[in-house]
């Protein structure tokens, strides 16, 4: 019998192998989204937060259109075509920085641009996709209602024709990147049921306000939108998409980003755990030499990789095409309810310092309070798995 190999040393950074599971295009990726991440936007993001603002979002938009970051996974328009793990990974470096970074990322490929790609026509594709993918033109997703968050079949929105137009009238609450968009994908009732629309933003009526006092996605665009007789013409309609299907499934693509996400803002934590248990002083010893806090780490640890496993495993099945919704909905409501426990857990092990801007920890898991509910909240994701699991449907 041969003698087997001598395993690698173990890696702290990777304790569980999981680059051997990359091929150099995804490694190749990762590192081009880290490395603008650490250039772009972590010297500046807690400023950012402290302010509540997203100072040149075109600018860095057209940054993240430069290396390929925006509809990445979508095929041909100017988009990368990269692969479901490819874009995850671009997703855990963008959160790892901000949840706010990555949002904006995720709604402008997977829901604006995901949306016109699958069920618009090609002129829509034409005219929109390129611009978008380049970041010249952002994008928004306007589903969620003042008082229809959880329930988008009750939408008030509606489209009625008016001659060979349409005209929209509704209000949609806490869309990314509303205010500074050139296109929102708006979904509303008509009287052949819920239909998605192109709607470019200096359309007379449209409007945007900005919503302030937010304590979380501090460095983030966040907005209303307002849609006062909006008149559009035939072709603004996405003709390929009639109900729910049609933006539910762009949520599902936008969910598994928040899959690999999530766990890039864990990461930022645990590293920031480690660093300081390892430079901490308390009764003459770092504080990573004492029992519970190396315990701590311990579990912090296997969340984290577990999650980032998990987040693999779903994009092999996603670039396989046999990844199923129920199957999103267990990878997000697992992962962000581990990402921000490992928030909470680094905040304990430093101690006071956990809670200030000089630090990465408070930052993320305020923003992971978000992140828990957007696209799909807590229960919504138990009851999706319940369902699966019994045969029963306890939506009703």
Not at 95 to 119: K, P, T
Not at 230 to 254: F, I, M, Q, W
Not at 362 to 385: P, W
Request: charged share 20%; glycine share 12%.
């Amino acid at each position: 019998m041969a003698a087997s190999a001598k395993p690698p040393a173990f890696d702290p950074a990777d304790p569980l192998g999981l680059d051997d599971l990359l091929e150099p295009e995804d490694l190749a990726v990762r590192d081009t989204v880290r490395g603008w991440a650490a250039d772009r936007v972590l010297p500046y993001v807690a400023d950012w937060y402290e302010k509540g603002e997203l100072p040149g979002i075109r600018e860095l938009a057209r940054e993240l259109g430069g290396i390929g970051a925006l509809g990445m996974s979508l095929e041909g328009y100017g988009c990368a075509g990269a692969s479901a793990v490819q874009y995850g990974l671009a997703c855990l470096e963008l959160e790892a920085a901000d949840s706010g970074i990555r949002s904006l990322v995720s709604v402008q490929g997977s829901l604006a641009m995901y949306a016109i790609h699958r069920f618009g026509s090609e002129e829509q594709k034409q005219e929109w996709l390129p611009r978008m993918a380049a970041g010249e033109v952002i994008g928004c997703f306007g589903l969620t209602e003042p008082d229809h968050g959880s329930d988008p079949g009750s939408m008030r929105t509606y489209a009625k024709r008016d001659g060979s137009d349409w005209v929209l009238n509704g209000r949609k609450m806490w869309i990314t990147n509303g205010s500074v968009a050139g296109v929102a994908v708006v979904w509303a009732q008509t009287d052949d049921g819920i239909r998605g629309f192109a709607v470019p933003t200096d359309a007379p009526g449209f409007s945007a306000p900005e919503i302030k006092h937010k304590w979380s996605l501090r460095a983030s665009v966040t907005s209303e939108l307002v849609m006062d007789d909006v008149r559009l013409p035939a072709d603004a309609v996405l003709t390929e998409v009639t109900g729910l299907k049609g933006p539910l499934s762009c949520l599902s693509h936008a969910r598994y980003g928040i899959v690999w996400g999530s766990m890039g803002a864990a990461r930022s934590c645990f590293e920031a755990a480690v660093d300081y248990a390892t430079s901490r002083e308390q009764f003459g010893r770092p504080i990573g030499g004492f029992q519970l806090t190396q315990a701590k780490l311990a579990d912090m640890a296997v969340e984290l990789h577990k999650g980032i496993l998990l987040a693999h495993h779903l994009g092999r099945r996603m670039d396989a095409g046999r990844l199923r919704p129920e199957q999103v909905s267990f990878g997000k409501l697992n992962n962000v309810r581990e990402a921000i426990e490992i928030c909470r857990t680094a905040r304990t092990i430093l101690g006071a310092n956990g809670i200030s801007l000089e630090y990465p920890v408070m930052r993320h898991a305020t923003n992971l309070e978000s992140v828990l509910t957007y696209e799909g909240t807590v229960e919504m994701h138990q009851l999706v798995l319940g369902k699966a699991l019994t045969g029963i449907d306890a939506f009703r």
